[in-house]
Each structure stands twice: as structure tokens, then as C-alpha cells.
């Protein structure tokens, strides 16, 4: 039998893996500090608009549990976070700092992957994906679950999203 991933307990669960993953990554490649700001549950056909964002990193999950990570902020703290990572200035998103910055979501997915592993068996990951521009949509399956843990750095805010089906 499936395990119920709608409860809030699970959610809330979910968000401190979240956070952990973050501050791991931020800490250990990005030597900064975050604070978590709230966290937002909702199901994809549930009313909700989020902050702008320019740049989306996507990682999706299959295996164990379907979905995937979204890495979302605006592109000056994108560009920015890339550059801590890499220790070289960027002006443009693609290219190098886009690896980078895919890099950051693809560790924030893999650690949240690490600590998913061990209660729903393996999942896989895709290579990261990158979404930039003010004015885009993204929507997958009615029936997943989303949460929304937003974060609050130096330069910034952004927020990282699970969404998630048990299958």
C-alpha cells in the first residue's frame, strides 16, 4: 500500500528535508547563510500565485516517488549565486553561470533525494533544466502535491519547490 502524502505532518516533514538540503548546498559550496522563510502546500489545481521569479532551475524525480525540484529566484541572485559557486562574475545567465546555477538545484534535489531514498526506495534524477523570462507558467500532473519553502539570503530571496506523487 501507497503511503498517504497528503497530510500536512508529511508536508511538513518534506519542508525539513528541504531546508536541511538547502544549508548543506548554501553552506558547504556557497559558504552562506539562509534563513527559511514559510512554507506553502497546495495541490496543482489549487488557486496560488507565486513571488516573480526569473529563473527556474527543474530537476525531476521517478523511482520511488514522481516529480521533481524547482530552484526559483530572481535572475540578480541567480547570477550571483553562480558566481559564489564558481568564484567567476557573470552578466549572463547561459552559459557557465546556467551551469551553475542548475548545478545548485541539481545538489538541493540530489540531497533531498538522499533523504527520500531511505523511506521510498531509489530515485532516479534528470539533468537540470533551466527556465528563464518573466512571464511563464508551469504546471504538471492535477494530482501531485506541491510545497513551497521559501528562503531569505544576502542576496535575496528564492524559494525551492517539491512536488510529488507516491505513484
Given at each position: 500500500m501507497k503511503e498517504d502524502l497528503s497530510s500536512l505532518?508529511?508536508?511538513?516533514?518534506?519542508?525539513?528535508?528541504?531546508?536541511e538540503s538547502v544549508h548543506d548546498v548554501f553552506l558547504t559550496f556557497l559558504s552562506l547563510e539562509v534563513t527559511p522563510g514559510p512554507m506553502i502546500t497546495k495541490r496543482e489545481d489549487d488557486l496560488y500565485r507565486p513571488p516573480e521569479t526569473e529563473v527556474t532551475v527543474v530537476i525531476n524525480f521517478s523511482g520511488g516517488i514522481h516529480g521533481g525540484v524547482h530552484l526559483a529566484s530572481p535572475l540578480h541572485l541567480a547570477l550571483q549565486l553562480a558566481a559564489n559557486f564558481s568564484g567567476e562574475e557573470y552578466d549572463t545567465l547561459f552559459g557557465e553561470a546556467g551551469d551553475g546555477f542548475g548545478e545548485l538545484g541539481n545538489m538541493i534535489?540530489?540531497?533531498l533525494q538522499t533523504r527520500l531514498s531511505d523511506r521510498f526506495g531509489a530515485i532516479h534524477l534528470t539533468p537540470p533544466t533551466i527556465i528563464a523570462g518573466k512571464d511563464y507558467r508551469m504546471q504538471y500532473k492535477s494530482?501531485?502535491?506541491s510545497i513551497k519553502q521559501y528562503f531569505k539570503s544576502g542576496g535575496g530571496p528564492f524559494y525551492v519547490e517539491f512536488f510529488f506523487w507516491a505513484g
Open positions: 505532518t508529511i508536508k511538513k516533514e518534506f519542508a525539513g528535508m528541504i531546508k534535489a540530489g540531497g494530482n501531485f502535491d
